[in-house]
Nanobody
C-alpha cells in the first residue's frame, strides 16, 4: 500500500516558478514508477510527467517540455515537479500517482493505482 501527499501548490504570476512535492509512505517507493497529472475545471485529467523507479527515465507531455522537470529522491520517499515559466493554462489541480512496482512510467492514468489528494496551482496573467 502506498499513500501519497502533495504539497507546494499556490498562486503565482505568469512566468513564475513553483516546486511541487509528493511525499510517499510505504516500503516500495523505490520500486514504483511515479507520475504527475493535472486536472483543470471542466477538463479531463491529463498526464504531465513520469519518472522511472531510479529516475533514469523521464517522460513529459508536449505542453510542459522544456519548462517542467520531474525528479525523485528515493532516500526521502519524495518526488518533485519543478515548474518554470508558468502560464495561465497551467492552472489546475496537480496530482501525483504511483504505478505498479517494477513497471515503466506511463502516460495513461489507468496505469497508476495510487493517487494523492491533489494540490491547487493557479497562474495569474
Amino acid at each position: 500500500q502506498v499513500q501519497l501527499v502533495e504539497s507546494g501548490g499556490g498562486l503565482v504570476q505568469a512566468g513564475g516558478s513553483l516546486r511541487l512535492s509528493c511525499a510517499a509512505s510505504g516500503r516500495t517507493f523505490s520500486l514504483n514508477p511515479m507520475g504527475w497529472f493535472r486536472q483543470a475545471p471542466g477538463k479531463e485529467r491529463e498526464f504531465v510527467a513520469g519518472i522511472s523507479r531510479k529516475g533514469g527515465t523521464t517522460i513529459y507531455a508536449d505542453s510542459v517540455k522544456g519548462r517542467f522537470t520531474i525528479s525523485r529522491d528515493n532516500a526521502k520517499n519524495t518526488m518533485y515537479l519543478q515548474m518554470n515559466s508558468l502560464k495561465p493554462e497551467d492552472t489546475a489541480v496537480y496530482y501525483c500517482a504511483a504505478g505498479p512496482i517494477l513497471t515503466a512510467p506511463a502516460q495513461k492514468s489507468d496505469e497508476y493505482n495510487y493517487w494523492g489528494q491533489g494540490t491547487q496551482v493557479t497562474v495569474s496573467s
